[in-house]
């Protein structure tokens, strides 16, 4: 599986929506609904937020949504919060092996 | 409450050995898998491996594959990752993550609390 692609960093103002993509290929994202997405606070572990494309674990406040259109995944926060500034990672899981996103760094202004 | 609690953190020597741990507990340690996120300073998340306890089936990432060796103790539930000869560029934080193996896409619904491994002469 090849990387996948996110955008260094993503900003918004309190209450704005933004939203942080994830691209991979038809072989993979494009194929596959095996995206999942992880936020992580500085110094801290990171967090399972989505699963499966768009199902949320149990907990994960439904601000967070996801999607998938052709060979991008998209994760976009709504009602955007100073806590929701983090690291935010897709992968993509199939066949025993995970690959990772870059991540994305997302600043709330 | 279902816990992933890592060993402390570790100062080695380029060349030395070290084996870290990751005991899980509030499952059933043989029902899940159990592996292995890097992460380098500064850096991203890193697959390493992942093993099923159960039948210590261990697929590696062909990038640690040959470099660290994944094994598991299943009557103390821990979990290890392992190094023979430590390099410089091992310096990262190590995550011990769990799957369900019944979500779709590997997702790792438990992290552990990570383990600092600096590896400086």
């Known amino acids: 599986q090849s990387a996948l692609t996110q955008p260094a960093s993503v900003s918004g103002s309190p209450g704005q929506s933004i939203t942080i993509s994830c691209t991979g290929t038809s072989s993979d994202v494009g194929t596959y609904n095996l995206v999942s997405w992880y936020q992580q606070h500085p110094g801290k572990a990171p967090k399972l937020m989505i699963y499966?494309?768009?199902k949320r674990p149990s907990g994960v406040s439904d601000r967070f949504s996801a999607s998938k259109s052709g060979n991008t995944a998209s994760l976009t926060i709504s009602g955007l919060q100073a806590e929701d500034e983090a690291d935010y990672y897709c992968s993509f899981g199939f066949d025993r092996s995970v690959v990772f996103g870059g991540g994305t760094k997302v600043t709330v202004l | 409450e279902v816990q992933l609690v890592q060993s402390g953190g570790e100062v080695k020597k380029p060349g030395e050995s070290l084996k870290i741990s990751c005991k899980g507990s509030?499952?059933?340690?043989?029902?899940?898998?159990i592996g292995w996120v890097r992460q380098m300073p500064g850096k991203g998340l890193e697959w390493m491996g992942i093993?099923?306890?159960?039948?210590?089936?261990?697929p590696y990432s062909p990038s640690f594959q040959g470099q660290v060796t994944i094994s598991a103790d299943k009557s103390i539930s821990t979990a290890y990752l392992q190094w023979s000869s430590l390099k410089a560029s091992d310096t990262a934080i190590y995550y011990c993550?769990?799957?369900?193996?019944?979500?779709?896409?590997?997702?790792?619904?438990?992290w552990g609390q990570g383990t600092l491994v600096t590896v400086s002469s």
């Open positions: 993550v769990r799957h369900n193996p019944q979500s779709r896409g590997w997702p790792f619904d438990y």
């Open positions: 093993i099923y306890p159960g039948d210590s089936d261990t």
């Open positions: 499966e494309v768009s």
């Open positions: 509030g499952y059933t340690f043989t029902n899940y898998w």
